[in-house]
Each structure stands twice: as C-alpha cells, then as structure tokens.
C-alpha cells in the first residue's frame, strides 16, 4: 500500500480530470502526423456545427494546452466550433525538423487546421501563444478574421533585457525561470506570474508538477524561448490588418505593460487594448471570467455597446 501511495502523481490525476472535462464539454482528442517528421496533437469539437464561428486557442509556455484553458473551453462551446492545440513540444505534439520559431509553429497550426478541413477561424493567444497567433494572423491574412492576445510580448526589442524592462537579464535567466527544474525556481515564476502568488504550495506538488509537465523536451522548449528572443526588432514585425484586442494583465512582470502599448501603437486603429486590474502574466488563472467576457464582446458582439462600468478599452482599467 505504501509503494502504491508513493507512486501517485497528484499532476497526472488533474491532467486526467483536464482530458474528462475537455471530452464533457465536447471536444475529442485527435493527433495526427504531418508526414515531415512533424505530429501535432489538437483538441478537435466532436461535431463541428457549419453555422457557428471557428475559434483556436493556442497556450503560452508552461504546462499542455487542457491546464491553461480549461476553464474557457466549456463556455466558449456554445458559440464556437473550439479547436485547441497542443504547440510542439507540448502535450503530444513533437517535430524531428530543426524549426524553432513562432513561424513555425504557425505554419504547423495552419496545416493541422486543413487537415480537419477549417479554412477560416478566428484566433486567441495568451503568452508565447499570442506570438504563435500573431503569426498566424500574419501569415495567413485570409485564413484569420479576429486576433485576440493576452498578455503576448510580440513588440518585444532584444535591446529591452539590456536596458532594464523585463524581470530578467538574459535568455539562460529568463529560460532557468520559464522552464523551472526545482521548487524554487518554480516559486520564482510563481511570484513573477501572478498579481497574487498562492502561498504554501507544498515542495511536494511542485515536485510532482515539475517532473509530469516540466522535464520532457526540456532542450527543445529551450531553443524554443532563444529563438523567441533572437535579434528580435520591433522595425521587422510586420503590421496585421485583422482587428486585433490587446488584454493586458495591469501588473505583468514577464511581458510588462509597456509593450501591450507598444503593439497598440504599432497597429493603429486595428488594435484596441484593455488593461485587467489586479491581475499579473497569468489572467487566465486569475481573471478567467474577465477574459471570457471581454473574449465575447470581441468576438461576437463587436457591434453592441458594452456595458458602462465593467471594463474599458485604450488602456484604460477593467474590473
């Protein structure tokens, strides 16, 4: 009995409960083999209704895709045809293909949405998710008609590290931290993640979290976060014309403010920012409602006034 208790894996048995609430809320598990030395596992509706939008939501670094969307999947299904996929390297998606960038993983996002027959969807990032999107939106300008990005440095300058803005030095920092391997490093991103960190998470589940969903393709998300950062210019990023809702966490110590302003001015009038109150890097864990009400404005009532007092838009505050 005591060897059995040992063995339990607290991660693994919410990463069970993840993949029953995806399956109640209507999605299916489908992996499928690009043919390139590629494999992308997504999250596919069981019944993909025609009259209804298409909505992708693509996850940041971190744990698969069910962990950070979880709580959105099951409202949104009512309204949407939702697709969730899992990133290389992520969940069961892997590549033997050298390619490391957020184009590639657009591209990869891309083919996998043809091969279960969408052509046209609309797209909402969080994170390194939100640079994949962008580039989805930049890529394929007839394939994605709405971009939503949360808390995604895509403006970000190589020059920004050096001159003080981010929370980090250097990439090994901002890799030891991204991609913890001890409990402390795990308490590191915990502080920097989140307006309000949970306290007292015990050693023990850390432990547990950074051996089930942080250790595999360690190398690869690595090469993933410095080639995110690699002589990377705000003048070389191109300018999307889809209209485009910037949600903004007001206390983000990863991507700061700053450059959710930054995008906005890079855009112009096909951008609109909102900036979450109380909130840090991970709105999707602490503002999950927020975000679903403002992903619904958005998206479907874009031509309805929203209702005074509930939020705001050009970087003003939302409760």
């Not at 009995?1 to 029953?20: E, G, Q, V």
């Not at 949405?113 to 939100?130: F, K, L, Q």
């Not at 402390?184 to 989140?194: D, G, V």
Request: glycine share 6%; proline share 5%; charged share 25%.
């Amino acid at each position: 009995m005591k060897k059995k208790m040992a063995n339990l894996s607290l991660t693994a048995m919410l990463n069970r409960c993840f993949r029953y609430s995806f399956s109640k809320a209507g999605l299916r598990s489908s992996t499928m083999d690009l043919g390139d030395g590629t494999v992308m596992h997504i999250w596919v509706p069981k019944v993909h209704i025609k009259s209804r939008p298409t909505l992708i939501l693509i996850h940041g670094i971190g744990a698969n895709a069910m962990w950070q969307w979880n709580d959105f999947v099951s409202p949104l299904m009512s309204r949407f045809n939702v697709y969730v996929p899992d990133l290389l390297f992520f969940g069961d998606s892997y590549t033997s293909r050298p390619e490391r960038s957020e184009q590639f993983q657009a591209q990869c996002v891309m083919r996998v949405m043809e091969a279960h027959r969408v052509t046209v969807m609309n797209v909402v990032g969080i994170s390194y998710g939100g640079f994949v999107g962008y580039s989805l939106a930049a890529q394929f300008k007839e394939r994605v008609e709405k971009l939503v990005l949360c808390c995604a440095g895509v403006c970000l300058e190589d020059k920004d590290m050096e001159e003080g803005m981010l929370q980090v030095k250097s990439v090994d920092e901002a890799v030891s931290i991204l991609l913890p391997q001890t409990p402390q490093k795990m308490r590191e991103l915990m502080k920097i993640s989140f307006y309000k960190p949970r306290k007292g998470v015990p050693t023990c589940f850390l432990n547990d979290f950074i051996r089930e969903m942080c250790s595999e393709h360690l190398q690869e998300r690595k090469e993933l976060i410095q080639a995110l950062h690699k002589d990377r210019k705000l003048s070389n990023l191109p300018k999307i014309t889809q209209p485009t809702l910037l949600i903004w966490g007001e206390h983000d110590q990863i991507f700061p403010l700053e450059l959710g302003h930054r995008l906005e001015r890079h855009l112009g009038d096909n951008a609109k920012l909102v900036m979450i109150k109380n909130a840090g890097h991970a709105i999707n864990v602490e503002k999950p409602k927020v975000l679903l009400k403002h992903f619904k404005y958005f998206l479907i009532d874009t031509f309805r006034p929203m209702e005074p007092g509930n939020h705001s838009i050009n970087g003003c505050k939302t409760d």
